[in-house]
C-alpha cells in the first residue's frame, strides 16, 4: 500500500504540474509588467476579481471558457489519435461562416428547429476544414502542422471576403460605411438565454460535447480506434485498423468541434452578427490557439478539460480586466498568452513522466491496477493516465505511409 | 490584362520579387538548418517580429542600419537560445511551443513598439548598391544588380549553407543528429549540442530576416510579417531540405507577392477580390506540400526529442 500512497502523490503532483506553469508564466508576466512600471499586485489582483470577483465575472468566465472546451475537447480527441490540431483558428472561422451562412440564406424557422439547424452548419463548415488536412496526412503524407497552418490563412482571408462582399450587412452599403460585417442574423437562431440576458447554453452544449467525447473515446469501437491508432499506428495497422480513415476522421472530428465553437460564438454574440477585423484571432479571440492549452491543462482528457477550460477562460477575462486596470497595451495580453503556452507545453513533458514511473510502478503490481481501474471507473475520470504520455509524444508526422 | 505584361512593369515586378524573396530566404535557411537536426521551430514569425521591432528601433535611435541588423541578428540569437532550452532540454511538443513563441513575439513586439515608439516614424532604409558596369545593363541591371548589400549577402548565404551542410564536419553532425540521433551519440556527437547550434543559427537568421524586412521597408507596425515566419517554414519543406530549393520557393513566392501588389497598385484586381488573391501563397504551399510529400522526406528524427537510451 505504501507505493500506492506514493504513486498518488506523484499522481496529484502531475497533475499540477500544468497549473505551476500557469502560475511560472504569470510570474513572468508579474516581471513584464514592473518593467512597464505597473504594479503587478494591483495588476493581479484585478484580475482574479475580474475572473471570478462577481456573478457577471463568472458568467464572462462560464461564455470566454466555452469556446475553448469546444476547440480543447476536439483537440483531445485529435492528440489521442496522434495528431496536432494547429488548425482550430480557421475552423471556427469556417465554422462561424457556414452558420451565418445558413441563418442568411435558410428561411425564417421556429428556434427549436433553427438553433439546432446553424450550430449543424458550423459542425460542417469545421468539420469540412478540419477533414481537408486530415486527408491529406492520411492519403498524402503532409504535415498536418503546416497544412492547417496555411489553412487558418486561407480562412482568414475567406472570412474577410465574405463579410466584405456577398454576405455583408446591405445597411453597410446604404450607409457607405462598410464595416465587414453581417446583418443582424435571424431572432430565432439567437441561442436560448439561461440566465440573466448574457448566459447562453452555449456553456452546456460544451460541457455535454466533453462527455460525449468521453463515451466515444473510451466505451466506443471508434473511440478504441482512434486511440490505437495514437499508440502506435504500426500496432493498429496490423490489428486491421483502418489507419488513415481514422486519421483523417480525427481532424474531421477535431475540426467539426472548433467549427462548433465558431458558430456559438456568432449565434451567442450580443449583436449577432459575424464580423471581422481582418485577423482569425479577432473572431475566435485566440481559441483555436488556447484550447490546445485548455487540453494539456486538462491533461488530454475531455473531462478534465473541463474544469481546465474555466481556469483558462478566467485568465483571459481577468487579464483583459488587468489590462484595463493598470492601463497597459492589450498586446502584453498576448505576449503573457505566449509565455502561458510555452510554459504549459514544456511542462507537460514533465507529467508525462511523472505519470508513465506511475504506470510503470503499476505494471509491476497487478493489484494496484485492478484497485486504480475501479476507482477511476467510478470517477468518470479514469483513463487520464493509463494513455495519456505516449499518444502525445511518440508521433512522427511522416510515418503515416 | 496586356498593360501588367509590358516589359517596365514586368522589371518592376521582378525586381521587388528578389526583394520581397529575402526575408523569407533567410529565416527560411536557418529554419532549415534546425529542422536537418530534426528540431522544427514553429516560432520563427514571432522571432522575425521581434527582430524587425529591435532593427527598426535600432536604426530609429542611431540612424545606422548596419547597427540596426546587428541589434535584430543578437535578438534573433538570443530567442534561438530560449527556443532551444524549450525544444532540446525541456523537450516540449514543438508543434506548440512554436505556437507559444509566435504568440510571444506578436505580442512583444507590438507592446514594445506601443511603449517605446508609439506613433510611427519611417526611418532610413539600406542604401542601394549598384554593382560596377552590371547595374547599367538595361533591364537585367534593374533587375538584379541595383539592389542593397544585404539582398547580395543573402543570395550569396546560399552556396555557403550548401556547403556548410554537405562538406563540412559540422553539417555532417547536423544530419546525422537529424536522421539518426542514436547513431550520432553512439559515435560521440552532441545531440543536444549540435540542436543548440542550429536553434541558434535559426534564431539569428531569423531575427535578421525581420531586421532586414524593417529596415527595407523603413517602417514597423503590429504585426509587420503578416506571416511571413510561417511560409518560411513552409518553404522549408517546399525546398525539400535543400537550401537551392529553399531560393527557387522563395524567389516564386515573392513574384507571387509582387505581382499580387502590382496587380492592385494598378487595380486589375478588384478590391473585392484582393483578399481572395491574398490566399494564393497559402494554397500553393498546401499544394506544394502534396507534391514535396510524395517526392521528399523529412529527417526522421523532425519533432522528436532526443533521450537516450530509449
Given at each position: 500500500?505504501?507505493?500506492?500512497?506514493?504513486?498518488?502523490?506523484?499522481?496529484?503532483?502531475?497533475?499540477?504540474?500544468?497549473?505551476?506553469?500557469?502560475?511560472?508564466?504569470?510570474?513572468?508576466?508579474?516581471?513584464?509588467l514592473?518593467?512597464?512600471?505597473?504594479d503587478?499586485?494591483?495588476?493581479?489582483?484585478?484580475?482574479?476579481?475580474?475572473?471570478?470577483?462577481?456573478?457577471?465575472?463568472?458568467?464572462?468566465?462560464?461564455?470566454?471558457?466555452?469556446?475553448?472546451?469546444?476547440?480543447?475537447?476536439?483537440?483531445?480527441?485529435?492528440?489521442?489519435?496522434?495528431?496536432?490540431?494547429?488548425?482550430?483558428?480557421?475552423?471556427?472561422?469556417?465554422?462561424?461562416?457556414?452558420?451565418?451562412?445558413?441563418?442568411?440564406?435558410?428561411?425564417?424557422?421556429?428556434?427549436?428547429?433553427?438553433?439546432?439547424?446553424?450550430?449543424?452548419?458550423?459542425?460542417?463548415?469545421?468539420?469540412?476544414?478540419?477533414?481537408?488536412?486530415?486527408?491529406?496526412?492520411?492519403?498524402?503524407?503532409?504535415?498536418?502542422?503546416?497544412?492547417?497552418?496555411?489553412?487558418?490563412?486561407?480562412?482568414?482571408?475567406?472570412?474577410?471576403?465574405?463579410?466584405?462582399?456577398?454576405?455583408?450587412?446591405?445597411?453597410?452599403?446604404?450607409?457607405?460605411?462598410?464595416?465587414?460585417?453581417?446583418?443582424?442574423?435571424?431572432?430565432?437562431?439567437?441561442?436560448?438565454?439561461?440566465?440573466?440576458?448574457?448566459?447562453?447554453?452555449g456553456?452546456?452544449?460544451?460541457?455535454?460535447?466533453?462527455?460525449?467525447?468521453?463515451?466515444?473515446?473510451?466505451?466506443?469501437?471508434?473511440?478504441?480506434?482512434?486511440r490505437?491508432?495514437?499508440?502506435?499506428?504500426?500496432?493498429?495497422?496490423?490489428?486491421?485498423?483502418?489507419?488513415?480513415?481514422?486519421?483523417?476522421?480525427?481532424?474531421?472530428?477535431?475540426g467539426?468541434?472548433?467549427?462548433?465553437?465558431g458558430?456559438v460564438?456568432?449565434f451567442?454574440?450580443?449583436?449577432?452578427?459575424?464580423?471581422?477585423?481582418?485577423?482569425?484571432?479577432?473572431f475566435?479571440?485566440?481559441?483555436?490557439?488556447?484550447g490546445?492549452?485548455?487540453?494539456?491543462?486538462?491533461?488530454?482528457?475531455?473531462?478534465?478539460?473541463?474544469?481546465?477550460?474555466?481556469?483558462?477562460?478566467?485568465?483571459?477575462?481577468?487579464?483583459?480586466?488587468?489590462?484595463?486596470?493598470?492601463?497597459?497595451?492589450?498586446?502584453?495580453?498576448?505576449?503573457?498568452?505566449?509565455?502561458?503556452v510555452?510554459?504549459?507545453?514544456?511542462?507537460?513533458?514533465?507529467?508525462?513522466?511523472?505519470?508513465?514511473?506511475?504506470?510503470?510502478?503499476?505494471?509491476?503490481?497487478?493489484?494496484?491496477?485492478?484497485?486504480?481501474?475501479?476507482?477511476?471507473?467510478?470517477?468518470?475520470?479514469?483513463?487520464?493516465?493509463?494513455?495519456?504520455?505516449?499518444?502525445?509524444?511518440?508521433?512522427?508526422?511522416e510515418?503515416?505511409? | 490584362?496586356?498593360?501588367?505584361?509590358?516589359?517596365?512593369?514586368?522589371?518592376?515586378?521582378?525586381?521587388?520579387?528578389i526583394?520581397?524573396a529575402?526575408?523569407?530566404?533567410?529565416?527560411?535557411?536557418?529554419?532549415?538548418?534546425?529542422?536537418?537536426?530534426?528540431?522544427?521551430?514553429?516560432?520563427?514569425?514571432?522571432?522575425?517580429?521581434?527582430?524587425?521591432?529591435?532593427?527598426?528601433?535600432?536604426?530609429?535611435?542611431?540612424?545606422?542600419?548596419?547597427?540596426?541588423?546587428?541589434?535584430?541578428?543578437?535578438?534573433?540569437?538570443?530567442?534561438?537560445?530560449?527556443?532551444?532550452?524549450?525544444?532540446?532540454?525541456?523537450?516540449?511538443?514543438?508543434?506548440?511551443?512554436?505556437?507559444?513563441?509566435?504568440?510571444?513575439?506578436?505580442?512583444?513586439?507590438?507592446?514594445?513598439?506601443?511603449?517605446?515608439?508609439g506613433?510611427?516614424?519611417p526611418?532610413?532604409?539600406?542604401?542601394?548598391?549598384?554593382?560596377?558596369?552590371?547595374?547599367?545593363?538595361?533591364?537585367?541591371?534593374?533587375?538584379?544588380?541595383?539592389?542593397?548589400?544585404v539582398?547580395?549577402?543573402?543570395?550569396?548565404?546560399?552556396p555557403?549553407?550548401?556547403?556548410?551542410?554537405?562538406r563540412?564536419?559540422?553539417?555532417?553532425?547536423?544530419?546525422?543528429?537529424?536522421?539518426?540521433?542514436?547513431?550520432?551519440?553512439?559515435?560521440?556527437?552532441?545531440?543536444?549540442?549540435?540542436r543548440?547550434?542550429?536553434?541558434?543559427?535559426?534564431?539569428?537568421?531569423?531575427?535578421?530576416a525581420?531586421?532586414?524586412?524593417?529596415?527595407?521597408?523603413?517602417?514597423?507596425?503590429?504585426?509587420?510579417?503578416?506571416g511571413?515566419?510561417?511560409?518560411?517554414?513552409?518553404?522549408?519543406?517546399?525546398?525539400?531540405?535543400?537550401?537551392?530549393?529553399?531560393?527557387?520557393?522563395?524567389?516564386l513566392?515573392?513574384?507571387?507577392?509582387?505581382?499580387?501588389?502590382?496587380?492592385?497598385?494598378?487595380?486589375?484586381?478588384?478590391?473585392?477580390?484582393?483578399?481572395?488573391?491574398?490566399?494564393?501563397?497559402?494554397?500553393?504551399?498546401?499544394?506544394?506540400?502534396?507534391?514535396?510529400?510524395?517526392?521528399?522526406?523529412?529527417?526522421?528524427?523532425?519533432?522528436?526529442?532526443?533521450?537516450?537510451?530509449?
Amino acid at each position: 500500500m505504501s507505493i500506492n500512497i506514493g504513486s498518488k502523490q506523484r499522481r496529484y503532483l502531475a497533475y499540477s504540474i500544468p497549473v505551476l506553469a500557469v502560475f511560472a508564466a504569470l510570474l513572468f508576466g508579474a516581471i513584464m509588467l514592473v518593467l512597464l512600471g505597473a504594479d503587478p499586485f494591483k495588476g493581479y489582483s484585478e484580475m482574479f476579481i475580474g475572473a471570478f470577483g462577481s456573478g457577471d465575472a463568472l458568467i464572462a468566465t462560464l461564455l470566454k471558457a466555452t469556446p475553448l472546451l469546444f476547440v480543447g475537447t476536439g483537440i483531445v480527441i485529435a492528440f489521442r489519435a496522434g495528431v496536432i490540431n494547429i488548425g482550430a483558428e480557421g475552423q471556427m472561422v469556417l465554422g462561424g461562416l457556414f452558420a451565418a451562412m445558413a441563418a442568411l440564406y435558410l428561411p425564417e424557422m421556429p428556434t427549436i428547429i433553427m438553433v439546432p439547424l446553424v450550430l449543424i452548419a458550423g459542425v460542417i463548415g469545421g468539420g469540412l476544414w478540419g477533414w481537408i488536412p486530415g486527408a491529406l496526412k492520411a492519403y498524402y503524407r503532409v504535415n498536418e502542422i503546416l497544412s492547417t497552418i496555411m489553412l487558418n490563412i486561407v480562412a482568414v482571408q475567406l472570412m474577410a471576403y465574405l463579410l466584405r462582399g456577398p454576405l455583408i450587412d446591405p445597411a453597410e452599403i446604404e450607409r457607405g460605411t462598410r464595416i465587414p460585417q453581417t446583418a443582424r442574423l435571424a431572432e430565432s437562431a439567437d441561442l436560448p438565454i439561461l440566465f440573466g440576458n448574457r448566459l447562453h447554453i452555449g456553456p452546456v452544449l460544451a460541457v455535454l460535447c466533453a462527455i460525449a467525447t468521453y463515451y466515444l473515446l473510451w466505451r466506443t469501437p471508434l473511440g478504441y480506434r482512434l486511440r490505437a491508432v495514437g499508440l502506435s499506428e504500426h500496432a493498429a495497422r496490423y490489428a486491421g485498423i483502418p489507419v488513415r480513415r481514422t486519421i483523417a476522421l480525427a481532424l474531421t472530428l477535431s475540426g467539426a468541434l472548433a467549427g462548433l465553437a465558431g458558430a456559438v460564438l456568432v449565434f451567442g454574440s450580443e449583436s449577432h452578427r459575424m464580423v471581422t477585423d481582418g485577423s482569425t484571432m479577432g473572431f475566435t479571440g485566440g481559441a483555436g490557439f488556447n484550447g490546445i492549452v485548455a487540453a494539456l491543462l486538462g491533461g488530454l482528457h475531455p473531462l478534465w478539460t473541463i474544469p481546465a477550460s474555466l481556469l483558462f477562460g478566467g485568465l483571459i477575462v481577468g487579464g483583459q480586466a488587468l489590462q484595463r486596470a493598470v492601463q497597459v497595451p492589450s498586446a502584453l495580453i498576448v505576449a503573457l498568452n505566449g509565455l502561458v503556452v510555452i510554459f504549459v507545453v514544456a511542462a507537460d513533458r514533465y507529467r508525462a513522466k511523472l505519470l508513465a514511473v506511475d504506470s510503470r510502478e503499476e505494471a509491476s503490481n497487478e493489484s494496484d491496477i485492478d484497485d486504480d481501474s475501479e476507482a477511476h471507473a467510478a470517477t468518470g475520470m479514469g483513463a487520464v493516465h493509463d494513455a495519456a504520455p505516449d499518444g502525445t509524444h511518440s508521433f512522427d508526422p511522416e510515418d503515416s505511409s | 490584362m496586356s498593360e501588367v505584361f509590358t516589359t517596365a512593369v514586368m522589371v518592376a515586378v521582378t525586381a521587388s520579387a528578389i526583394r520581397l524573396a529575402v526575408p523569407l530566404l533567410l529565416a527560411s535557411l536557418g529554419e532549415t538548418f534546425g529542422q536537418r537536426s530534426g528540431v522544427l521551430n514553429l516560432g520563427v514569425d514571432g522571432i522575425m517580429l521581434l527582430g524587425a521591432f529591435t532593427g527598426y528601433y535600432a536604426v530609429l535611435k542611431t540612424g545606422n542600419v548596419w547597427l540596426g541588423l546587428l541589434a535584430a541578428g543578437i535578438v534573433g540569437l538570443v530567442l534561438g537560445v530560449a527556443s532551444a532550452v524549450i525544444a532540446v532540454t525541456l523537450k516540449a511538443e514543438q508543434g506548440i511551443s512554436g505556437i507559444g513563441i509566435y504568440l510571444f513575439g506578436l505580442g512583444m513586439s507590438d507592446l514594445l513598439f506601443q511603449k517605446l515608439v508609439g506613433t510611427p516614424i519611417p526611418i532610413d532604409t539600406f542604401p542601394t548598391v549598384n554593382v560596377p558596369l552590371l547595374a547599367d545593363i538595361p533591364y537585367i541591371g534593374e533587375m538584379f544588380f541595383q539592389h542593397s548589400l544585404v539582398i547580395y549577402l543573402a543570395f550569396a548565404a546560399i552556396p555557403v549553407a550548401t556547403f556548410v551542410m554537405n562538406r563540412t564536419t559540422f553539417g555532417m553532425n547536423i544530419r546525422a543528429v537529424g536522421e539518426y540521433p542514436d547513431a550520432a551519440d553512439t559515435l560521440g556527437v552532441s545531440v543536444s549540442g549540435v540542436r543548440y547550434a542550429t536553434e541558434i543559427i535559426g534564431g539569428t537568421l531569423a531575427g535578421l530576416a525581420g531586421g532586414v524586412l524593417a529596415i527595407t521597408l523603413g517602417i514597423f507596425q503590429q504585426n509587420l510579417t503578416n506571416g511571413a515566419g510561417f511560409i518560411a517554414i513552409a518553404l522549408v519543406y517546399f525546398g525539400a531540405w535543400r537550401p537551392i530549393g529553399i531560393m527557387l520557393g522563395a524567389l516564386l513566392f515573392g513574384f507571387v507577392n509582387a505581382l499580387v501588389l502590382e496587380l492592385k497598385t494598378l487595380e486589375i484586381i478588384p478590391r473585392d477580390l484582393s483578399n481572395i488573391a491574398a490566399m494564393a501563397p497559402a494554397i500553393i504551399t498546401i499544394l506544394a506540400l502534396v507534391f514535396v510529400a510524395r517526392r521528399f522526406r523529412a529527417p526522421s528524427a523532425l519533432t522528436k526529442p532526443f533521450t537516450r537510451g530509449k
